[in-house]
């Protein structure tokens, strides 16, 4: 055997050896993030290792550029694609331009779903979305309701008159008035998501209502505003201010009790869920409207019309777990 | 009187010692090795749609580099360059909205380029300014702008046509940009290493004043720079835009300290003066096989621009190193 050829044979059997050590049993899930180093997407890694360690058999990398800018992540698709992972679990800077590259993944037998930032319909095979409007819309009046046992007034603090967001939780939330009687709608004004204008019209509320149960402020920014107007005007323990918030910038109103609870999408549920729908999509299951496909303890998704599909309801924070959240968004 | 004659050599190393001892010698080595290292590091690197796919990693950057080598080498500089790369797209983007075609896109973003580098020049050459605190200004300025069109919206909707440049191939895994890379190369090695213009460039970046005093003018050759890396700049956005399909303000965002590097790492003098094309050339390849091949091991962002940083450091500080250890 000559020398080359006894080097031929090593190379040969080393390059064997790492392609079967790679792809062995275990499917590899990657999930990308919109930029590495940030709170929220550090917490749905957390969700996806738990997944991972529930499934047994996957690998999570956990990946992304260091600016949230859409050629960074094509970088990282481009390298994913050449590794061969099993999945990619895309939360995308910019829903068109990582598509083409998304595409060739998929073109290449590998599974892409896109989860809380979308992709173009043409480049993943399925969308999770943290949450839908009709579970939206209920909860931000449940968590009003729940405090009030006798029933009351309370008023909405929105983002502007055109939020497309806001305007359809609001007209859900309507819908499901009729499930909480003695609830009463006395107005919406809109803080065009501006923190003096939203603090404002907070003031504005407590004025005109002075029997004023809750503000429901479905945007962070509101309801942050009116929590500080409650407290402010020293009616904390009369008006409950609740809706949609971040964490970090609430715990403060809910130590206080200007906030006795409010709603926001789960990261770690978020992270859980994704990679609970890659390995069972990368195992067989088929992306198609109508379909049914598990997410582990958070139930089953189903897809609608354009393959997207909503998680949960919001995840409700409160004194017992703010502290546990603020640090992580 | 005899006719004989001798040959006097400039400098006292034969060309091939010169040769051995060079920046680019070295540079290549570690190109040699970092590819090396990658082959065996990740079973996944020799494959040759792979490696195609890792060109896009370097090629719009390279682009500039080779006008801002120039630049550099003349003693001037252009921070401005990846907010160029965001007007001349948002432009772009906003042409296509109107239905523009594919050449009159591509004809908008290098005007674009060429406008927002004659007025760095201007600014430069005519006011008198210096070239860091100018374009440190007009990287605030043009990106501004992108901001102040697009907001959190984002331009989409190229034509079919556009997609060629950013995602075309010329001929098997050979993409229009690579080919567009090397021939880009090739134009700049000639400008600069062959004609009196590259000489002129060298003159301006070692001694302006005596430049001046033989006869060059050193504005126009300095404003003749500035719009050319905006041409480069405008070209990179073509092809940017045409890989990603859509416009944010964010586009390109941090591309400029990539550059400098890319030109620092290829061996020209930060000082100006000196320097050369084809260190640039393996430069750029030494950061797209280092960043492709460290992505390929699943490392984070931040560690590869760790890894880039020790590497400039490092290559810089081997030569000086060893004249140091050889006395």
């Keep these: 055997m000559s020398v080359i050829k006894k080097v031929l044979t090593t190379v040969a059997i080393g390059a064997a050896l790492m392609g079967t050590s790679a792809s062995a049993d275990t499917t590899r899930i990657a999930l990308v993030v919109k930029a590495l180093g940030i709170g929220f997407f550090e917490a749905a890694n957390k969700g996806a290792q738990e997944a991972a360690k529930e499934l047994g058999d996957v690998e999570i990398i956990y990946t992304g550029p260091t600016d949230t800018t859409a050629e960074g992540q094509i970088e990282v698709i481009n390298s994913l694609i050449a590794q061969g992972v099993d999945a990619i679990a895309i939360s995308a800077n910019d829903p068109d331009a990582v598509a083409p590259a998304l595409k060739k993944a998929m073109d290449r037998g590998i599974t892409v779903i896109s989860w809380d930032s979308g992709v173009a319909k043409e480049g993943r095979q399925m969308h999770l979305n943290p949450s839908s409007a009709p579970l939206i819309g209920n909860t931000i009046i449940k968590l009003a309701a729940d405090h009030m046992p006798d029933g009351g007034d309370v008023a909405v603090l929105s983002a502007t008159a055109t939020s497309t967001n806001q305007n359809i939780w609001i007209d859900e939330m309507k819908k499901v008035m009729g499930n909480y009687p003695g609830v009463n709608l006395v107005a919406t004004v809109y803080g065009d998501d501006l923190a003096d204008k939203s603090y404002r019209e907070a003031q504005g509320l407590m004025a005109t209502y002075p029997d004023l149960k809750a503000i429901i402020a479905p945007t962070t920014v509101g309801i942050l505003a009116a929590s500080q107007a409650v407290t402010d005007a020293g009616k904390i323990g009369q008006i409950n201010v609740t809706g949609l918030g971040l964490p970090s910038e609430m715990a403060g109103a809910v130590e206080s009790g200007a906030t006795i609870s409010f709603a926001i999408w789960n990261p770690i549920d978020l992270g859980y869920a994704a990679t609970m729908l890659s390995y069972n999509i990368a195992k067989g299951a088929t992306a198609e409207p109508g379909a049914k496909i598990g997410m582990g303890r958070m139930g089953e998704a189903t897809l609608d019309e354009n393959n997207e599909a909503a998680m949960s309801d919001p995840f409700t924070y409160d004194k017992s777990n703010i502290e546990e959240f603020k640090s992580v968004f | ?327």
């Design chain 2, 1 to 327: 009187m005899s006719t004989t004659e001798r040959y006097i050599p400039d400098r006292l190393q034969s060309p091939w010692a010169r040769r051995l001892r060079s920046w680019e010698t070295l540079l290549l080595a570690v190109a040699v090795a970092i590819f090396t290292f990658n082959a065996f590091a990740s079973p996944y690197f020799l494959n040759a749609w792979n490696l195609s796919d890792a060109t896009f990693n370097f090629t719009e950057k390279a682009m500039i580099a080779f006008a801002m080598a120039l630049l550099i080498i003349a003693g001037e500089i252009d921070l401005s360059v990846a907010s160029i790369v965001a007007l001349a797209s948002t432009a772009m983007g906003a042409a296509a909205q109107l239905g523009a075609s594919p050449t009159s896109l591509v004809l908008i973003g290098l005007v674009v380029g060429l406008l927002c580098g004659a007025f760095n020049g201007v600014l430069v050459t005519v006011m008198g300014l210096p070239s860091i605190v100018v374009t440190i200004g007009t990287m605030s300025l043009f990106r501004g702008i992108s901001y102040i069109v697009l907001g959190d919206t984002a331009y989409g909707g190229y034509p079919a046509g556009f997609s060629f440049f950013g995602q075309g191939y010329v001929w098997w895994v050979f993409s229009f940009e690579f080919v567009l890379f090397c021939v880009l190369a090739l134009g700049f090695g000639v400008l600069l290493h062959l004609t009196n213009f590259g000489r002129a460039v060298y003159a301006v970046g070692n001694n302006a004043t005596a430049a001046l005093f033989s006869g060059i003018r050193v504005n126009r050759v300095k404003f003749i720079l500035f719009l050319l890396t905006g041409l480069m700049a405008g070209i990179a956005s073509v092809c940017l835009t045409s890989r990603l399909g859509s416009t944010r303000p964010s586009i390109g965002f941090g591309m400029e300290l990539e550059v400098v590097t890319m030109v620092v790492l290829g061996g020209v003098n930060i000082l100006g003066g000196s320097g050369n094309i084809p260190g640039v050339v393996i430069a750029a390849f030494v950061m797209g096989l280092v960043t492709f091949g460290l992505g390929l091991l699943n490392v984070p962002g931040i560690v590869m621009s760790i890894v880039i940083g020790g590497l400039l450091i490092g290559v810089i500080a081997l030569p000086r190193l060893c004249s140091m250890w050889r006395r």
